[in-house]
């Protein structure tokens, strides 16, 4: 009877693995997945091209749990990985990542920053040997398959150079595919959001990673109507000591009619476009 149950057991993970595996296979569309990896920001894009694209790391190492659940099994690969900007909880996860994953390119500011876990990831950046390639305004990287990667900030290079407010040095990138358009922000603040709109910059989207967590620094109405995206999506921990998202950004996403998926409500908060 034992060896039955065993069997039947086997059988049916076997199924549920299969189901998981077959969810995972090439669709044709873009795929974006923002990761529950509580405080902190970690996106993970599959293009129409099965390339994928590691948009920073969360805070700590349970990235790695969330892509074992979101790449098919056995591989690891990461075509593109993507450090928004240095602070910790979009860069600590990453260095695992690097330790544990082949990487094709690392796109990065390069500003110099001496803190520990940035130092421990571009330690790591070297040991895997992927192509480093500095955030360029005047460059886009083309991703395969009509999808590209449209640089809008920092507007000039900023490797090498220290800089006083890490958050203002995100990388601001859109992916573009077919008429589809995602913004992704990183941690920016009015000030930069202003000098996008002041430049002429074309920021409108369909799907907004909301800046910095949803905090009351970021998503100035000006910026918010410049993007006019179907959904905005924040990346956000449970019961965070920073309030984040704050109620009175909330309120101004749905005064505008923007609706909002968070991460501390459904976890894993996902959009294809088609």
Same mark, same amino acid.
């Given at each position: ?8 057991? #086997?059988?049916? @993970? ?20 923002? &990761?529950?990896? %509580? ?9 129409? %091209? ?29 075509? #593109? ?5 240095? !602070? ?5 996860? &990453? ?18 920053? !001496? ?6 990831? #571009? ?5 895997? /040997? ?14 395969? @398959? ?56 074309? &920021? ?21 109507? @410049? ?5 905005? #999506? ?8 920073? %309030? ?22 459904? /976890? ?7």
């Amino acid at each position: 009877m034992k060896f039955w149950v065993t069997v039947y057991g #086997l059988l049916a @993970a076997s199924f549920l693995l299969l189901i998981h595996e077959w969810g995972l296979l090439p669709t044709g569309n873009l795929r974006v997945a923002m &990761l529950d990896v %509580g405080q902190g920001d970690a996106i993970l894009i599959t293009t129409p %091209g099965s390339q994928q694209v590691l948009v920073d790391g969360g805070p700590d190492s349970s990235v790695l749990e969330r892509l074992g659940k979101e790449m098919p099994f056995g591989d690891r690969r990461i075509e #593109l990985l993507i450090l928004s900007h240095t !602070d910790a909880d979009h860069v600590t996860g &990453l260095v695992e990542v690097l330790r544990r994953y082949a990487v094709g390119k690392v796109l990065m500011t390069g500003v110099a920053r !001496d803190t520990a876990v940035y130092n421990a990831f #571009l330690d790591a950046v070297r040991e895997n /040997g992927a192509q480093v390639i500095i955030a360029d305004a005047n460059h886009d990287l083309d991703l395969g @398959a009509g999808a590209l990667l449209d640089i809008l900030s920092p507007r000039e290079s900023l490797f090498g150079r220290e800089v006083k407010e890490p958050n203002n040095a995100s990388i601001v990138a859109k992916l573009t595919w077919k008429d589809h358009e995602v913004l992704l922000t990183g941690d920016i603040e009015e000030k930069v959001e202003e000098a996008l709109i002041k430049d002429g910059t074309d &920021l409108q989207a369909d799907v907004l990673k909301v800046p910095h967590h949803g905090s009351t620094t970021s998503s100035s109405e000006a910026f918010l109507l @410049a993007v006019d995206p179907d959904v905005a #999506l924040i990346s956000v921990g449970r019961g965070n000591h920073y %309030g984040h998202p704050r109620p009175e950004i909330l309120a101004r996403y749905a005064a505008l009619g923007i609706p909002v998926r968070r991460t501390d409500e459904e /976890g894993k908060v996902e959009v294809v476009l088609e």
